[in-house]
């Protein structure tokens, strides 16, 4: 069995589910099962129409004439929709009267997008001559916590779903399944997060004991550095888990961080393809990664971050400073991602400036503190780094060379990435360089 994610652009319109039913259709040996996101804009579409509710201006048809227009480009008849249309009109009615959206309300709403797309395409795809149907994943066993906007399985959801698929997905029958949503054991419609179908697709692939978790995207499967400010980024065709779940969090948009999970603890691969290029092999990420690998894996960065340094002589041959430091950061839920020290100081990053200025009174106790916005993170990721004579230097000359100024750098032994903090406005000039230098030479 394998999981078969498609993405929001890969079911943009009825163009792109075309070319995702014969995708399917090139795997039916291999007992897939579809995990849908909702149709490209649509979860956006109808956040947005709750936030117009509360303001009483009714956005209302906007998605629902949205989803109406693929639908019938699909052909499909109007009962496919209906009851959906008419509790997404209740709903937003309800929310405009209490003229509030509470974290449960804007799961419920935001659930709309996936339920609507697995009916449509399940349709579409059984007058094609592919026999589907859709699913709630509730349906099929999915039951989370009652965390609203970040929702997470219970312990024993694995054992439900394969209960759940043994008894109601016939074998002949491709199901496709609503990525994104659960529901709580009390009934409550709950999501996983933004970009969460990926999650999704894994967590599943996980219960079910998949030989494979597909997510099809946009591009060839995972890059080695962003395409729109990159013109030469090329295809990885094999990273290791822990490479993969880096480049995710500092910002490769192809993977959701939390993606990675689930597969790792099963070891089961995950294969990154494209949706407009179904002959590409993409990218594997599993446990081995790719052993021969003669340099780093990829580039990648965030921006807007915050810098914090904090300068004091306390530092000086004390024990338990740092522990203070970070400690305080933790009480004020100030998560850092790089972190440089030296003996009488220490710089951080975090991304959030909010917790931060809540934290600073506190650390002002410590010694000497400086805050930096408008600081990218920027990471060359790729495993044995430390043992790549001269990659470091290298990676400091191309930046420096290229105009950018480093703020910071941690880099470790053993560590997968290589990581330098610089303004926002240098990554344009750092990033392509550092490409030039790494991956076409
Ligand atoms: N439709 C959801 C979103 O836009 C989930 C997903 O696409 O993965 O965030
Ligand atoms: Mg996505």
Redesign the pocket.
């Known amino acids: 069995m394998i999981v078969m994610k498609f993405?929001?652009s890969s079911v943009a319109n009825r163009e792109q589910i075309e070319k995702v039913m014969e995708i399917v259709r090139g795997r039916l040996d291999r007992r897939p099962v579809v995990i849908s996101?909702?149709h490209k804009g649509?979860?956006?579409a109808l956040i947005n129409s709750a936030k117009a509710a509360v303001r009483r201006d009714f956005a209302l048809p906007d998605v629902i004439d949205l989803q109406s227009e693929i639908a019938s480009s699909l052909g499909c008849p109007g009962e496919v929709l209906a009851d959906l249309f008419q509790e997404i009109s209740d709903l937003l009615r309800g929310i405009g009267l209490v003229r509030e959206l509470s974290p449960r309300s804007l799961d419920y709403i935001?659930s709309f997008?996936?339920r609507m797309a697995v009916r449509c395409i399940a349709d579409f795809f059984t007058r094609q001559g592919l026999k589907a149907k859709a699913y709630d994943v509730w349906d099929l066993g999915f039951i989370t916590d009652l965390n609203f906007g970040n929702a997470r399985p219970v312990a024993d959801y694995g054992q439900r779903m394969r209960k759940a698929f043994a008894e109601l997905v016939p074998e002949d029958v491709v199901p496709v399944v609503t990525?994104?949503v659960g529901k709580s054991e009390s009934g409550e419609i709950t999501?996983v997060?933004?970009?969460?179908?990926?999650l999704?697709a894994t967590l599943l692939g996980a219960a079910l004991g998949a030989e494979e978790v597909e997510i099809w995207t946009d591009t060839d499967g995972v890059l080695s550095a962003d395409p729109s400010v990159v013109k030469n980024a090329r295809n990885i065709p094999l990273m290791r888990f822990d490479e993969a779940a880096e480049l995710a969090y500092f910002g490769s948009r192809v993977l959701?961080p939390s993606t990675l999970l689930p597969a790792v603890e099963k070891g089961i691969p995950v294969r990154v393809l494209n949706t407009n290029h179904p002959g590409h092999p993409g990218t594997v990420i599993d446990r081995q990664g790719d052993a021969q690998a003669k340099t780093a894996t990829s580039v990648a960065y965030k921006e807007n971050q915050v810098v914090l340094t904090i300068n004091t002589t306390q530092m000086l041959q004390a024990a338990g400073f740092l522990a203070r430091a970070f400690d305080l950061l933790a009480r004020h839920g100030v998560v850092v991602d790089v972190i440089s020290t030296s003996e009488i100081s220490v710089s951080l990053t975090t991304d959030k400036l909010e917790p931060l200025m809540k934290a600073l009174p506190d650390l002002e106790r410590l010694g000497q503190c400086q805050v930096h916005t408008h600081k990218s993170v920027l990471v060359v990721v790729g495993r044995d780094l430390a043992q790549r004579p001269g990659l470091t230097v290298n990676i400091l000359d191309s930046v420096e060379k290229a105009g950018a100024r480093v703020d910071m750098v941690s880099f470790g032994l053993g560590s997968i990435n290589f990581s330098m903090v610089m303004d926002d406005k240098d990554i344009a000039k750092a990033v392509p360089a550092l490409h030039r230098t790494l991956f076409e030479g």
């Open positions: 993405g929001g996101s909702a649509m979860t956006d935001a997008g996936e990525g994104f999501t997060g933004r970009n969460g179908s990926d999704t959701h």
